[in-house]
């Protein structure tokens, strides 16, 4: 079963007083490639978050944004400090001789005198995070998997043309070797034979959609082997058309080729 490269799923919930917020992007791409934003302070948890996206997800471009919202910040004032501050302008006032009066603004303007408490990233803290990315991904794979499910019908649609044109290939191969043995010469007949045989093209041809299948019908079925498996029916297809003389036959060719196009383009859009 192929499953989707795009999607977006969020998952929050709250730790103590802390409002955690989990997003997760999936784009089309070659590759797997991970990318995690998060807040200042939580960049310890970015190879957790990659490595519980990357053993679930094969190939895609995933942004995962990691938000907090402080439901009940708690504000701590430094008054030492806010002290040693006022006690300093006090000296700069009467040094320079300045009239301006020290104000409350002024003061806690400065650097460490108010702070807000942040998170700390405690074991809890890590659990909590990592069932968010549980949650998170479980949504994502569910509309991926909705996804591979359109995927996979388009592409089974064009593996039953290329079987069904095949075998028409099969037949009409047929008709034609026994309407040449009737109007050629045994040695003619013997180098038509030997320059239009396709027997084997057909038969790899029949083992890759065969193969093709089993491999959609897979669990977790891989774009990129399905890729290659339609490549190899395209290169039998190739040599179909070269030994070809019959416009009938390069007719179910060109078929075979626009199914295999359409497959391999949709599996770019599939894990």
Do not use: W
């Not at 179910?252 to 295999?260: D, F, L």
């Amino acid at each position: 079963m192929l499953r989707g490269m795009t999607g977006f799923a969020h998952a929050k919930g709250c730790y103590k007083n802390v409002e955690i917020n989990l997003e997760m992007r999936s784009l089309n791409h070659r590759f797997f490639e991970c990318a995690a934003h998060l807040p200042e302070g939580l960049g310890v948890l970015e190879d957790m978050i990659k490595d519980e996206v990357r053993a679930k997800i094969n190939r895609a471009r995933l942004t995962v944004v990691l938000s907090i919202n402080n439901l009940k910040p708690i504000v701590t004032v430094n008054y030492d400090l806010a002290q040693n501050y006022a006690r300093a302008l006090k000296n700069l006032n009467q040094k320079l001789k300045l009239e301006n009066n020290i104000t409350l603004s002024q003061v806690t303007a400065m650097q460490g005198i108010l702070t807000v408490e942040k998170v700390e990233v405690t074991p809890e803290f890590t659990r909590f995070v990592k069932g968010l990315t549980h949650k998170a991904l479980a949504k994502l794979l569910s509309i991926k998997d909705k996804e591979g499910e359109v995927l996979n019908n388009d592409v089974s649609k064009h593996i039953k043309t290329i079987q069904k044109e095949s075998e028409n290939i099969s037949t009409l191969t047929k008709a034609s070797i026994k309407e040449k043995a009737k109007r050629l010469t045994d040695d003619e007949y013997g180098v038509f034979l030997k320059s239009t045989d396709i027997s084997e093209e057909l038969t790899r041809i029949n083992y890759h959609v065969k193969n093709f299948r089993a491999i959609l019908s897979k669990a977790a079925s891989g774009a990129k082997e399905l890729d290659f498996v339609s490549q190899e029916i395209q290169r039998e297809a190739n040599t179909i058309s070269a030994k070809a003389q019959d416009a009938r036959v390069s007719s179910s060719v060109i078929k075979i080729k626009s199914a295999i196009d359409k497959i391999r383009e949709q599996l770019q859009n599939a894990e």
